[in-house]
C-alpha cells in the first residue's frame, strides 16, 4: 500500500542535489534513501505589486510572458505561512495580468510570493512592509490573540500571545485609570513580565481588572487587561462619628493595609500612620474591618494589598459633606435660639437695674411750680 511522508520545508538553491534518507525508530527493516536534483532555473519569476488600502488588498502584476502562482503569506523562521481562510488564495496569473489579493491585516511579516506553476518552481518573495510603520500600528496589535491565564489564588498575572508575525515583545505592568480602554493607563516601575514562548507572566501581582500588561514592540505598544471583571477583594467605607470604617471582603488570604491622605492636585500621598488587617492562611472568607479617625473634613483613604510586591492602592473619599453640614446646620440653629433667649432676658431684667442705680429723688425735686398772680 503506498504511503507518503511530508517533512518540513527547509532552504535549497537552483542546481543542487537533495538526499533523503528514511528509517524507523526503532529499526524494523525499513530503510529508504532517495535523491532529488533541483532543476537548474532562470532567475526567480518576476513581478510588480501595489498596496490598496482602501481596499484592504494588494495588487500583483505579472509581466508578459509566462504565467506566475501568487499567494499572500506570513514570513515565519524558514517558511512562508499561508493566510487564515477566508484570505488564503493561490492564483494562477496569466502574464500581461494582475489580480486583487486581499489581507486581514497590515503586519510586518506580510509577504507576496510567485512561482511557476510547474511542481518544485523556483519562488520570488517580497516582504515590503517590514519597514514600514503603518505595519507596526493598531492593526499588528489587532492580528494577536491575548489569551489570559491570570489568577488571583496564584498572585500571578499570565497571557499567552497568539501571533500570525513572530513576534517577542516586552511586557510590563501599568494602572489604567479607568474600565474603559481609552483611558490612560500609568507604567508601574520595575515589573517586567517574563516570556517563554510567548507565555508571559508575573508573580506577586494583585489581579486586577485594571491593573494590565503593556506589551511593547519597536515604536508601538499596546495595553491588554485581565479579561475577568471579578477581583479577589472588595473595600467599602463608612463615616461613623468622628472614624471611617473600612469593610473588607477577601476571597484569598491576604494582608491589607490603608492610611489617609489629603487630596492635592490630583494626588493623594498616604500619611502616617498606616493600619493593617490580616485574614490569615486557612481562614474561612469573610469580612474585615479597619477604623479610622476621621481629624479633618474631606480627607481620602488609601487601601492595598500590602503582603504582594505589585499592588495599586486604590482611593476612597467618602461624602461627609450632608453629615458635616447637617451638623453644622444644627449649631448653628442652637446659638440662634441662645442668642434670641440671651437678648429677651436682657430687655426684661434692664430696665429694673437702671432704676436700682438712679439715687433717690428729694420732695419737690423734678417738678415745675407756676404762680399764678391774683385779678
Not at 49 to 55: F, G
Not at 288 to 300: D, E, K, T, V, Y
Request: with cysteine; net charge negative; glycine share 6%.
Amino acid at each position: 500500500m503506498p504511503w507518503q511522508v511530508q517533512f518540513d520545508c527547509f532552504p535549497v538553491e537552483s542546481g543542487q542535489q537533495v538526499l533523503v534518507s528514511l528509517r524507523t525508530i526503532p529499526d524494523r527493516g525499513l530503510a529508504l534513501s532517495r535523491s532529488h536534483l533541483i532543476a537548474a532555473e532562470p532567475p526567480g519569476p518576476v513581478f510588480t505589486h501595489t498596496l490598496v488600502p482602501e481596499a484592504r488588498a494588494i495588487e500583483v502584476s505579472v509581466p508578459r510572458g509566462p504565467a506566475l502562482m501568487v499567494r499572500l503569506c506570513h514570513q515565519l523562521a524558514l517558511e512562508c505561512e499561508e493566510l487564515p481562510r477566508p484570505f488564503h488564495q493561490q492564483v494562477l496569473v496569466p502574464g500581461g495580468q494582475c489580480v486583487l489579493l486581499p489581507y486581514e491585516f497590515l503586519v510586518p511579516c506580510l509577504c507576496i510570493e510567485a512561482s511557476y506553476p510547474h511542481r518544485d518552481s523556483l519562488r520570488s518573495k517580497r516582504c515590503p512592509f517590514q519597514e514600514q510603520p503603518a505595519a507596526y500600528g493598531p492593526e499588528l496589535w489587532s492580528s494577536v490573540r491575548f489569551h489570559d491565564y491570570s489568577a488571583s489564588g496564584k498572585d500571578q498575572m499570565a497571557m499567552v500571545l497568539s501571533a500570525s508575525c513572530p513576534l517577542r515583545p516586552r511586557a510590563t505592568l501599568c494602572w489604567r485609570e479607568a474600565a474603559a480602554s481609552a483611558a490612560p493607563c500609568h507604567d508601574i516601575p520595575n515589573s517586567t513580565a517574563s516570556e517563554e514562548e510567548q507565555a508571559y507572566t508575573l508573580d506577586e501581582v494583585d489581579v486586577h481588572p485594571q491593573l494590565c500588561f503593556r506589551f511593547s514592540y519597536g515604536n508601538s505598544s499596546h495595553v491588554e487587561c485581565p479579561h475577568r471583571p471579578e477581583t479577589a477583594w472588595n473595600v467599602s467605607a463608612s463615616v461613623q462619628g468622628p472614624q471611617l470604617r473600612l469593610r473588607i471582603t477577601s476571597s484569598v488570604p491576604a494582608a491589607f493595609s490603608a492610611a489617609l491622605c489629603q487630596p492635592r492636585g490630583g494626588q493623594c500621598e498616604p500619611e502616617s500612620p498606616v493600619y493593617t488587617v490580616t485574614r490569615a492562611e486557612g481562614s474561612a472568607p469573610g469580612e474585615l474591618a479597619l477604623l479610622l479617625p476621621m481629624q479633618i473634613l474631606g480627607s481620602c483613604v488609601l487601601v492595598w494589598r500590602s503582603d504582594v510586591r505589585f499592588a495599586q492602592k486604590q482611593l476612597l473619599c467618602p461624602d461627609v459633606s450632608r453629615r458635616h453640614f447637617g451638623l453644622l446646620g444644627l449649631a448653628l440653629a442652637l446659638g440662634l435660639v441662645v442668642a434670641v433667649l440671651l437678648l429677651s432676658c436682657c430687655s426684661t431684667w434692664r430696665p429694673a437695674a437702671e432704676s436700682l442705680l438712679q439715687p433717690p429723688r428729694r420732695p419737690g425735686e423734678g417738678l415745675v411750680l407756676c404762680a399764678k398772680e391774683d385779678g
